[in-house]
Every structure is written in structure tokens, then in C-alpha cells.
């Protein structure tokens, strides 16, 4: 059983910025693709970023965050992180991580089915 600590979201004025931070306490990050998905109010959940497991570290991000978001991740310290600059409103919503078990050779997926394990979830808000 995945056991996910997300924190670092909060309240934001627009342009501002936030590190969302995702923990793994039960098994190595390193051994899961992580995604980060985000759910707007009355909106369905999207992709927002993914990046491979183990030590491929390649990353794939939606075109609507591409330039502002970047994610990282360090196995030393089990942790995924989700760096996000110049926010706008439209980027309010909880944003989850999750993890798949598949080591994708080429580019993580942003589609949230193969993804079978999920957080509870960090809200943001972007809102002067």
C-alpha cells in the first residue's frame, strides 16, 4: 500500500509561485512514474506533469503549464516536487500526485488511468 504526503499548496497572488511536494513514505519513489494531476472546480482532473521512474528522470508536462511548471524529483529524500511559476488563476484546483508502476522508456503519460495510486490532494488557489 502507497502512502503519498502532498504539501506546499496554499493561497497565491497571480504571477506569484508555489512548490507542491510529494512524499512516499512506504516504498521508493524511484520505482514509480509520478504524475501530478490537478482538479479545477467543476472541471474533470487533468494532467499537469509526469516524470519516469527510476533513473530516466525524463519529464512531460501539458502545453498549458509548459515554461512555468517544472517537476523534479529527488530519490535520496523520497520526494517529487512540482516547481510552479507565474500562476493564474486558471491554475486553481487540488492538485494530486499518483504513481504508476510502469517504467515508461519514452514519455510518461499525462492520461490519469494507468495511474493506480493517488494522494489526498493540496489545494492551490490563485486569487488576488
Known amino acids: 500500500q502507497l502512502q503519498f504526503k502532498e504539501s506546499g499548496g496554499g493561497l497565491v497572488q497571480p504571477g506569484g509561485s508555489l512548490r507542491l511536494s510529494c512524499v512516499l513514505s512506504?516504498?521508493?519513489?524511484?520505482?514509480?512514474?509520478i504524475g501530478w494531476f490537478r482538479q479545477a472546480p467543476g472541471k474533470e482532473r487533468e494532467g499537469v506533469s509526469c516524470?519516469?521512474?527510476?533513473?530516466?528522470?525524463?519529464?512531460n508536462s501539458a502545453r498549458s503549464v509548459k515554461g512555468r511548471f517544472t517537476m523534479s524529483r529527488d530519490n535520496v529524500k523520497n520526494v517529487v516536487y512540482l516547481q510552479m511559476n507565474n500562476l493564474t488563476p486558471e491554475d486553481t484546483g487540488i492538485y494530486y500526485c499518483?504513481?504508476?508502476?510502469?517504467?515508461?522508456?519514452?514519455?510518461?503519460?499525462?492520461?490519469?488511468?494507468?495511474?493506480?495510486?493517488w494522494g489526498q490532494g493540496a489545494q492551490v488557489t490563485v486569487s488576488s
Open positions: 499518483a504513481a504508476d508502476r510502469a517504467p515508461y522508456s519514452d514519455l510518461c503519460p499525462l492520461d490519469q488511468n494507468p495511474y493506480h495510486f
Open positions: 512506504t516504498m521508493p519513489l524511484s520505482d514509480y512514474t
Open positions: 516524470i519516469n521512474a527510476f533513473e530516466r528522470m525524463r519529464t
